[in-house]
């Protein structure tokens, strides 16, 4: 997959990427009672301006990342100063209140992201080949502290169209998930033009006693 998604950064095959919010992140996540201040972990996180406003809402950011090229894309987008450092195996590229670790996600472990205490996926899960969602779902799991909640975006469209981003259904989702969070299927957007139709949903990560 890794290899696949920095090719798609070299040629600029990024049809994935908005220009704004996404509709699903300024409409629901201040539903999701986050406090202001929690740092929000979002894997895969490409140059998404969904970072930035969260961080403008007071939401700090780690923001993991494999392709060079989209970090520094990003920072090309503000002005502010950036600051650099090596931590873990990780290149870190610091923004603001918005942390970009260029890096593979898998490789984050459970002390690293001890700040975490919420998390933002728009195109993560969709990126994910089948059999790697579900390293990706108990990897989340493992790095979200109890009573944590996150926001999922996910799309479904006709399985003969060859992803990414994938087609991951309510069933998958929940076959995914549902062993270590609480789920609540917010809402599905009209379909688009391409066939793809949007799913949102609340994630709340389950305690030791459920």
């Known amino acids: 997959m890794s ?9 600029g095959r990024i049809g994935f990427h908005r220009s704004e919010p996404h509709p699903a992140l300024t409409h629901h996540w201040p539903r999701l009672g986050v406090p202001a201040g929690t740092k929000v972990l979002v894997p895969l ?5 969904d970072m930035r406003w969260l961080a403008q809402h007071d939401y700090p950011v780690l923001g993991i990342e494999v392709a060079a090229e989209a970090i520094e894309q990003f ?4 002005p ?12 870190i590229s610091r ?10 996600f898998f490789h984050l472990h ?22 790697t969602r579900h390293r990706y779902a ?13 926001l999922l975006v996910s799309i479904t469209h006709d399985e003969s169209w060859e992803g990414p981003p994938y087609s991951v259904p309510a069933e998958e989702i929940r076959t995914l998930f549902e062993p270590n969070f609480r789920l609540v299927h917010l809402e599905d957007n009209p379909e688009q033009e391409d066939s793809k139709r949007e799913s949102v949903w609340e994630l709340e990560r389950r305690g030791p006693h459920g």
């Open 110 to 131: 459970i002390d690293q992201a001890a700040e975490i205490g919420a998390f933002y996926d728009r195109a993560s899960l969709i990126a994910l080949p089948p059999a």
């Open 75 to 78: 920072l090309e987008q503000s």
């Open 138 to 150: 108990f990897h989340l799991a493992q790095l979200i502290p109890p009573g944590a909640k996150g």
């Open 80 to 91: 502010a100063e950036v600051s650099r450092y090596h931590k873990a195996g990780f290149e």
């Open 3 to 11: 290899e696949d998604w920095l090719a798609r950064w070299r040629e």
């Open 95 to 104: 923004q603001g209140s918005v942390e970009l670790w260029c890096g593979d």
């Open 45 to 49: 996180c490409g140059k998404s301006v």
